[in-house]
């Protein structure tokens, strides 16, 4: 972000969640959210852009013309020969929306570096090593540049984020204007998230976005008042949408999911909604029989609702994440794993009644799965991972932070899987250097997390260095973790990401 104080460029750098907020702009560019990635490819988005020498055999002889050393989109626009608006910076641009942006013709300098300067083709390959925000500055530049970056193709995987107060401009007569979103449908956006929206602003949004009735594929709505009503219109009006997400929405009810949901969608995610109970995982269990996956986090659903699921479910829904669902035990267990033989993915992420036993009904009924996560399960035990290890043989990702009875026996039992890439083990406060022993024959690991284990030792992490295709080492929080470790980790696991 440009720093006025002393002229310094520094790149934006994207939160652990991976949101990167950017304020709309009048010509549509509003806030992004990016939903892919791994934790260490959300911190290489952190680090100054490293453009690769990726130009055309004219302009590689062309010493005058530094691009493949630039460091960020502000250098990009100096070699058009552009200023920066003096607004600019990496997270956005506060342009008016008559402002002119210089047309190629009207570039400085000699008349073949302005035809370098906007070789789309050039442009075309060079822009796909920005990061979001950067993009957003780069079109600014000039006409040539936002026709290039205007692709929907530079925009893949990324969800525009719009709060209630950015939908609307204020008129010289105090009256309210709904913002122009043409920008949003010329870049192919085809999901949203809306965040503090009402009913109102649901049906503005769907009047005034051209790809709204069959383009948008995805609709997220967060901390929201939409009501039933509200809710029937939207999924009636927007034919498209097969991903619906309903995040802190306390105003709509059970009776709005059974009026509304439509058998087209095939992804739902309902968190945090005071009025989700079993007769909403009954709506969802009748009216959804093409549904792949369903993330629930919800306090007041019990084990009466996993018996809802039937054999329409049981063929199709692959994924299912149950996080927080506090209420559920392993007799809830028994009813999800009969009706949904299928799983591949599996959360219980706070389920914290469920135990060693309903680990076990998991092993023994979801051998398809690849990635289990039972994390806040304060009630697992070292016999849960040995189940685990007999049974998942096809299991890839394994997430058992804060198991605090997790030991060093457990970790013995997880050696024997020549399967599993990732697994975390963030605050398992029993695990000793003598436990990570055991996953130095791991040589399918490619992520391992150990932040805040708070009984490894320098020496105990050293020996993490044999496992020379490990591709990231977490070690936040960890007392072991010293700098001349790190130090150590960078000479002997160059290949490696090591998140401090």
Known sequence: MSNPRNGDTKPPCLPRNGLVKIPTQPNGLGSASITKGTPAVKNRLCQPSSVPAILSPALAHRSDLPIPSLASPLSLAALAGVSSPPSASLVGLNTSEGSEQPSPERLPGSPSERQLAVDEKILNRLFWYFSACEKCVLAQVCKAWRRVLYQPKFWV???????????????????????????????????????????????????????SKKGVKSMSLKRSTITDAGLEVMLEQMQGVVRLELSGCNDFTEAGLWSSLNARITALSVSDCINVADDA????????????????????????????????????????????????????????????????????????????????????????????????????????????????????????????????????????????????????????????KHLLSMGSLRLLSLAGCPLLTTTGLSGLVQLQELEELELTNCPGATPELFKYFSQHLPCCMVIE
């Open 157 to 211: 995987g990324l969800t525009p984020v719009l709060h209630t107060k950015e939908l609307y401009n204020i008129l010289p007569g105090g009256e309210k204007e709904f913002v122009s979103l043409q920008g949003f449908a010329v870049r192919g956006f085809d999901g949203f998230c809306l965040v503090g929206v009402s009913d109102l602003d649901i049906c503005e949004f769907i009047d005034n976005y051209p790809l």
């Open 281 to 436: 995982i009954a709506a969802i269990s009748q009216l959804l029989p093409n549904l792949t996956e369903l993330n629930l986090q919800a306090y007041h659903v019990t084990d009466t609702a996993l018996a809802y699921f039937t054999a329409k479910q049981g063929y199709t829904t692959h994924t299912l994440r149950l996080n927080s669902c506090w209420e559920i035990t392993n007799h809830g267990v028994v009813n999800m794993v009969h009706s949904l033989p299928n799983l591949s993915v599996l959360s219980l992420s706070g389920c914290s009644k469920v135990t060693d036993d309903g680990v076990e009904l998991v092993a023994e009924n979801l051998r398809k799965l690849r990635s289990l996560d039972l994390s806040w399960c304060p009630r697992i035990t070292d016999m849960a991972l040995e189940y685990i290890a007999c049974d998942l043989h096809k299991l890839e990702e394994l997430v058992l932070d804060r198991c605090v009875r997790i030991t060093d026996t457990g970790l013995s039992y997880l050696s024997t899987m020549s399967s599993l890439r990732s697994l975390y083990l963030r605050w398992c406060c029993q695990v000793q250097d003598f436990g990570l």
